[in-house]
């Protein structure tokens, strides 16, 4: 069973001629991505021995449309691309039209998809110590629509350049040092043996079941270890009962953000402009998860003032 789940894309063909174009084009950011393919044309060019660098808009891909793009080939039945199947979409890709591919998904809105590990090298040795990445809008304007709960869009998906670096800075440190990490191993252990118990419960061991949901809440659950210092309570089988509700609510939400996320990103815009029905369901998602972290955060820090008190 997959957490996304297709929905709402009729409307793409009959309005895309209403699309306002976003700002920012994925091709035109000085210095970061525009100039990795430029530089990866041109090492191509010359382990080649060509004395001429073909141009960007020559990069293989699918055709465009006039205005509405390559956007109906996710439309069934018109085209043959799954919005909620992303890696399948660019398997198919891949052997299409190659290692580097150019698609133009509506108006000004283009996409590079890089599958030459080298190309990606380039890419991202490319963009500097502050890249810019322009996905997960919708998020990104919920959170700014919240300051008093967000400072910026967060490490990941939604913040950019500067904003960017200085938490990846900050986080950096605490993760890729093996002293800071050893805290964590018994803990994530336990995770560990909670999803095999889990998995062994639910038969999900015989090679022929989908894991994907259990792996997600064995994901988030380790998450909690790490941001919250807490065991979320993920793991339990069966989710039904009443000790369960709070951990259900959260991965639910988070199955919602998800899918949310993808319609809003690739989808029409209006979210923009209006808080639309599919923003409206991002917004209930994140709420429900902002409950769940103020919640742990709470009894983290009741807990830790108990123990000073004690200690005192």
Same mark, same amino acid.
């Given at each position: 069973?997959?957490?996304?789940?297709?929905?709402?894309? #009729?409307?793409?063909?009959?309005?895309?001629?209403?699309?306002?174009?976003?700002?920012?084009?994925? $091709?035109?950011?000085?210095?970061t @991505?525009?100039?990795?393919?430029d530089?990866?044309?041109?090492?191509?060019?010359?382990?080649?021995h =060509?004395?001429?660098?073909?141009?960007?808009?020559?990069?293989? /891909?699918?055709?465009?449309l006039?205005?509405?793009?390559?956007?109906?080939?996710?439309?069934?039945?018109? /085209?043959?691309?799954?919005?909620?199947?992303?890696?399948?979409?660019?398997?198919k890709?891949?052997?299409?039209? /190659?290692?580097?591919?150019?698609?133009? @998904?509506?108006?000004?809105r283009i996409? @590079?998809?890089v599958?030459?590990? =080298?190309?990606?090298?380039? #890419?991202?040795?490319n963009?500097?110590?502050?890249?810019?990445?322009?996905?997960?809008?919708?998020?990104?304007?919920? +959170?700014? =629509?919240?300051?008093?709960q967000? +400072? !910026?869009? /967060?490490?990941?998906?939604?913040?950019?350049?500067?904003?960017?670096?200085? *938490?990846?800075?900050?986080? =950096?440190v605490?993760?890729?040092?093996? !002293?800071?990490?050893?805290?964590?191993?018994?803990?994530?252990?336990?995770?560990?043996?909670?999803?095999?118990?889990?998995?062994?419960?639910?038969e999900?061991?015989?090679g022929?079941k989908?894991?994907?949901? @259990?792996?997600?809440?064995?994901?988030?659950?380790?998450?909690?270890?790490i941001?919250?210092?807490?065991?979320?309570?993920?793991?339990?089988?069966? *989710?039904?009962?009443?000790?369960?509700?709070?951990?259900?609510?959260? #991965?639910?939400?988070?199955a919602?953000?998800?899918?949310?996320? *993808?319609?809003?990103?690739?989808?029409?815009?209006?979210? +923009?402009?209006?808080?639309?029905?599919?923003?409206?369901?991002?917004?209930?998602?994140?709420?429900s998860?902002?409950?769940?972290?103020?919640?742990?955060?709470?009894?983290?820090?009741?807990?830790? $003032?108990q123990? !000073?008190?004690?200690?005192?």
């Amino acid at each position: 069973m997959s957490l996304l789940h297709s929905s709402g894309f #009729v409307l793409f063909f009959l309005f895309a001629a209403l699309v306002v174009s976003d700002p920012h084009s994925y $091709v035109d950011r000085p210095n970061t @991505v525009a100039s990795s393919f430029d530089l990866i044309l041109h090492t191509r060019a010359c382990a080649l021995h =060509q004395d001429a660098v073909k141009p960007f808009e020559e990069i293989p /891909g699918p055709k465009p449309l006039p205005i509405i793009g390559n956007i109906w080939r996710y439309i069934p039945p018109f /085209g043959d691309l799954d919005i909620t199947k992303m890696h399948l979409n660019a398997l198919k890709m891949r052997k299409r039209y /190659g290692s580097l591919v150019l698609e133009k @998904v509506i108006a000004d809105r283009i996409v @590079v998809h890089v599958f030459d590990p =080298q190309d990606m090298e380039t #890419v991202f040795r490319n963009e500097g110590r502050c890249p810019t990445r322009l996905s997960h809008r919708a998020l990104l304007r919920y +959170r700014q =629509q919240r300051p008093e709960q967000y +400072r !910026n869009g /967060g490490l990941f998906p939604s913040s950019n350049g500067a904003d960017w670096a200085e *938490m990846r800075t900050k986080f =950096q440190v605490p993760l890729m040092r093996q !002293n800071h990490m050893e805290m964590y191993r018994n803990h994530l252990h336990d995770v560990s043996e909670d999803l095999i118990d889990t998995c062994s419960r639910m038969e999900l061991l015989d090679g022929k079941k989908d894991l994907s949901p @259990v792996l997600y809440r064995w994901a988030l659950e380790s998450t909690g270890v790490i941001a919250l210092d807490s065991r979320l309570g993920c793991l339990r089988y069966p *989710m039904d009962d009443s000790a369960s509700a709070r951990p259900r609510r959260l #991965v639910e939400a988070i199955a919602e953000t998800l899918n949310v996320t *993808m319609l809003t990103e690739n989808g029409l815009q209006f979210w +923009r402009y209006w808080d639309t029905p599919t923003y409206q369901k991002l917004v209930k998602a994140q709420d429900s998860m902002a409950e769940y972290r103020i919640f742990f955060t709470y009894k983290r820090s009741t807990s830790a $003032v108990q123990q !000073n008190v004690k200690c005192q």
